[in-house]
Antibody, heavy 117, light 111 residues
Framework: EVQLVESGGGLVQPGGSLRLSCAAS????????MTWVRQAPGKGLEWVAN????????YYVDSVKGRFTISRDNAKNSLYLQMNSLRAEDTAVYYC??????????WGQGTLVTVSS | NFMLTQPHSVSESPGKTITISCTRS????????VQWYQQRPGSAPTTVIY?????PSGVPDRFSGSIDSSSNSASLTISGLKTEDEADYYC??????????FGGGTKLTVL
């Protein structure tokens, strides 16, 4: 059974940093693109970043470029999102999701990041 | 970059049919496949349509997807509405940099 479990969310002050993790199981992690998607409270979905199978290709939404870094460790079946210089507008539930072709076919349950003083 | 515009909300009675539109602001809707995701309150999204009109296994054939180049839009149609279909629905496509773009979402209420 495919499982994606996010962790690392929490309360952080503006300007602070946080590292999210996503533990994958039930599939060959190294064979798939992976994605981070976020959802601000009461708002819609926003594509944050995605990374290819070996980590050599990465894409970011403009609002996080230069502040967030997506990475992966295929030996540990894990996806990461390093978030620096956090802002109030980064407050959201962050989901990791597997990309099968063009489809986000499996999602984790999300981890909440709150940026507030 | 482009935007995908959806109606904010749609409501209909059980047993009826609804269509949710997703209009691309620039560039051709046909240039990149469109996916549709369903999100029930408190849950992660799940796919109901991928690659414009493909249904994942387990999704009932009441759900269908299409694109219309003349209106530069994609559509999700749900027939035989059930109360369990009540959810938020998001369209999604890709830009030229392989970055995903979501529509703003449509809240479906089944009265």
């Amino acid at each position: 059974e495919v499982q994606l479990v996010e962790s690392g969310g929490g309360l952080v002050q503006p300007g602070g940093s946080l590292r999210l993790s996503c533990a994958a199981s039930g599939f060959t992690f190294s064979s798939y693109w992976m994605t981070w998607v976020r959802q601000a409270p009461g708002k819609g979905l926003e594509w944050v970043a995605n990374i290819n199978q070996d980590g050599s290709e990465k894409y970011y939404v403009d609002s996080v470029k230069g502040r967030f870094t997506i990475s992966r460790d295929n030996a540990k079946n894990s996806l990461y999102l390093q978030m620096n210089s956090l802002r109030a507008e980064d407050t959201a539930v962050y989901y990791c999701a597997r990309l099968r072709g063009l489809d986000l076919d499996y999602w984790g349950q999300g981890t909440l990041v709150t940026v507030s003083s | 970059n482009f935007m995908l515009t959806q109606p904010h909300s749609v409501s209909e009675s059980p047993g009826k049919t609804i269509t949710i539109s997703c209009t691309r602001s620039s560039g051709s809707i046909a240039s990149n496949y469109v996916q549709w995701y369903q999100q029930r309150p408190g849950s992660a999204p799940t796919t109901v349509i991928y690659e414009d009109n493909q249904r994942p296994s387990g999704v009932p054939d009441r759900f269908s997807g299409s694109i219309d180049s003349s209106s530069n839009s994609a559509s999700l149609t749900i027939s035989g509405l059930k109360t369990e279909d009540e959810a938020d629905y998001y369209c999604q496509s890709y830009d030229s940099s392989n970055h995903g773009v979501f529509g703003g979402g449509t809240k479906l209420t089944v009265l």
